[in-house]
């Protein structure tokens, strides 16, 4: 053999596996391509000290990009796929970029001799620009590329090249394009081939918060949910062995305000780091299926929530500046006010609704909300009360949620605020009423605001209306102890519904790309995840913030 020949021999038996979501060992056909063709498998992932780095500047604790919850669930998911790795005899090779990812890629491959690169595809835009800085290198290099598609049920370009080039914009004609989804890869085995040489390299463990540069952070920050692929598929048993829930799980039926149980899976953080496959947890949504006498269907189904993410991911994938209102084509024209001060207390949970305010300091601490309680802050934030642009909304999830999904947040942003999927912009969650129908004691509100814990259940969505002697018996005088409210509710709504209109009818005379409009779309008796957005309700006046 000669030298040349002797070399390629070499790189071909080195793969490097490169994790960045799909953080788990099951259903991961990255992981086993390589581990099928080479001798030796390096499993990396890569710090990114953006993302990590603690910002003494942001709003709450975390970094510019991420909130301290998700940062802690990603070292966590990260610890578990090391341990999980080590049971195959194998460890997760932390690195540390200096400054891009994809650098401290690329110098792995070369450094090690890699002749296989496997990773997990990735749609979102900041991905496919980093990803096509390695494959380029890689190319140039004559290493191999494997990168499939496991993160979604379906292929999100192949959805849109089945519905001719576009991606369909209806939950509806997605469905009836994209079909069943693959089966996912469970082979179990009980070795992965060894490391091979790390040269120089200093492997990091994974690091800890504190040695990340955060300091004391209250156990306010601690969510409840736990990181990693251990705890994912433990998550999702117990979910399913509940045969009878999964059967009947219908969204619309969900209490928002259910916090120590909540009324959904809280699988969203675990699909979106990848610790638990989706293609995994929709056939065993499936086997459940099968073993019941009927069950709910799409979209309000559980497995029909799979198919909104997918749905999502595919709109994302074909549509221009989905994340923006300008240069999209399927966002309406909506001119928004700019209110600092107004965002700032929506964001920071001091809008003076409690039930607002809840969800938000929620979001802020635990990372995670149920579906229709997003749906109340995403609705008052934009076309229900403050008329604030669903961007700025979307920033603030994008950094606090522990599930932040590029592709989701923005759809769901597109779809709450009524500039796109949904456009029935006069029917306006209730601040006041919508929570109380599921929680009139207000549980939910004395968790979170405890400030407004001892205010007796007739003020505690209204707690402005509280006399000044029962506000001094609950030790909160609102206005000292807790806000008054931003804006009167009644005539905010009324303000926004008007605006909206005038926004429609401008998008129609611009000749906007949208389809569907207030009038003819409210014959659809559909709305997202299967709920019909209730109208408001009446309720007492609050009087405007001095
Ligand atoms: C304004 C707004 C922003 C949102 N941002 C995100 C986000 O960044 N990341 C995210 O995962 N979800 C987001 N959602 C969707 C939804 O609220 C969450 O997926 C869901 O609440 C997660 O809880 P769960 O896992 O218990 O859901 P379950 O009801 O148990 O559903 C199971 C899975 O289905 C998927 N799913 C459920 N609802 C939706 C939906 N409406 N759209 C797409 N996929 C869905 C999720 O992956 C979820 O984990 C957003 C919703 C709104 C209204």
Known sequence: MDAATAATATAAAAALVWFRKGLRVHDNPALDAARRSAARVYPVFVLDPRYLRPDPAAPSPGSAHAGVARVRFLLESLLDLDARLRCLGSRLLVLRARDDVSDAVCAALKDWNIGKL??????EPYALARDKRVTDFAAASG????????????????????????????????????????????????????????GGYELLPVPKLEELGYGDLSQEYIPPFRGGETEALKRMRESLQDKEWVAKFEKPKGDPSAFV???????????????????????????????????????????????????????????????????NPICKQIPWRESEELFVAWRDGRTGYPWIDAIMIQL????????????????????????????????????????????????????????????????????????????????????????????????????????LSVQEKARCIVGKDYPKPVVDHEAASKGC??????????????GSTVKGNSSNSSRRKLCHGGQDVPDSSKSKQPRKRS
């Open 497 to 510: 519904r008007r605006r909206m209109g005038e926004a429609y009818a401008s998008n129609r005379l611009g």
């Open 261 to 327: 149980k909540p009324a959904t899976t809280v699988l969203s953080p675990y699909l979106k780091f990848g610790c638990l496959s989706v293609r995994y947890f929709y056939h065993c949504i499936q086997d459940v299926y099968r073993s019941a006498k009927t069950h709910t269907k799409p979209p309000v189904s559980l497995a029909g929530q799979l198919l909104w993410r997918d749905f999502f991911y595919t709109v994302s994938l074909g549509t221009p500046n989905f994340d923006h209102m300008e240069g």
């Open 118 to 123: 496997c990773f997990e595809s990735d749609t």
């Open 143 to 198: 290493i191999e590329v494997f990168s499939p598609v496991s993160h979604t049920l379906f292929d999100p370009a192949e959805i849109i090249e089945k519905n001719g080039g576009r991606p369909p914009l209806t939950y509806q004609s997605f469905v009836a394009t994209a079909g069943e989804p693959p089966k996912p890869v469970m082979e179990e085995y009980s070795v992965l081939p060894p490391i091979g040489d790390t």
């Open 364 to 467: 802020r601490k635990w990372g995670w909300m149920h579906h229709l309680a997003r749906h109340s802050v995403a609705c008052f934030l934009t076309r229900g009360d403050l008329y604030i642009h669903w961007e700025q909304g979307r920033d603030v999830f994008e950094r606090l949620l522990i599930d932040s999904d590029w592709a989701i947040n923005n759809g769901n942003w597109l779809w709450l605020s009524c500039s796109s999927f949904f456009y029935q912009y006069h029917r306006i969650y209730s601040p006041i009423s919508f929570g109380k129908k599921y929680d009139p004691n207000g549980d939910y509100i004395r968790h979170f605001i405890p400030v407004l814990k001892d205010m007796p259940k007739e003020y505690i969505y209204e707690p402005w209306t509280a006399p």
